[in-house]
């Protein structure tokens, strides 16, 4: 069974830093493409972040680009999200997602993941 586990969240300041992982196992992870979801209180669980199998074609919403990066390391079967220059719109629960369909080229379709973490909680505030 696929198991996606987050961790790394918690309360930060506005202009701070964190660091997110999820632990992948139950499928072949560098097979398949991943991404990061948040879910803010009273929002959709958007997209923010993707990439390919092997790591490239890297997506980011406008919301977080320029300020978070993701990245993985298959061969711990692990994707990473730092969070940078965070700000209080920031605070939403994160999920780790991973895509359904196997060597896809691009993670930048919502609708392509179908597979999601029990999510991390993130608060921004001072």
């Known amino acids: 069974q696929v198991q996606l586990v987050e961790s790394g969240g918690g309360s930060v300041q506005p202009g701070g830093s964190l660091r997110l992982s999820c632990a992948a196992s139950?499928?072949?992870?560098?097979?398949?493409?991943m991404g990061w979801f948040r879910q803010a209180p009273g929002k959709n669980r958007v997209l923010i972040a993707g990439?390919?199998?092997?790591?490239?074609?890297?997506y980011y919403s406008n919301s977080v680009k320029g300020r978070f990066r993701i990245s993985r390391d298959n061969a711990k079967s692990t994707l990473y999200l730092e969070m940078n220059n965070v700000e209080p719109e920031d605070t939403a629960i994160y999920y780790c997602?991973?895509?359904?369909?196997?060597?896809?080229?691009?993670?930048?379709?919502?609708?392509?993941?179908?597979?999601w973490g029990q999510g991390t909680q993130v608060t921004v505030s001072s």
């Open positions: 990439l390919r199998y092997n790591g490239d074609n890297i």
């Open positions: 997602a991973k895509q359904q369909r196997p060597l896809l080229v691009l993670a930048n379709s919502e609708e392509d993941f179908t597979s």
């Open positions: 139950g499928f072949t992870f560098d097979d398949y493409g």
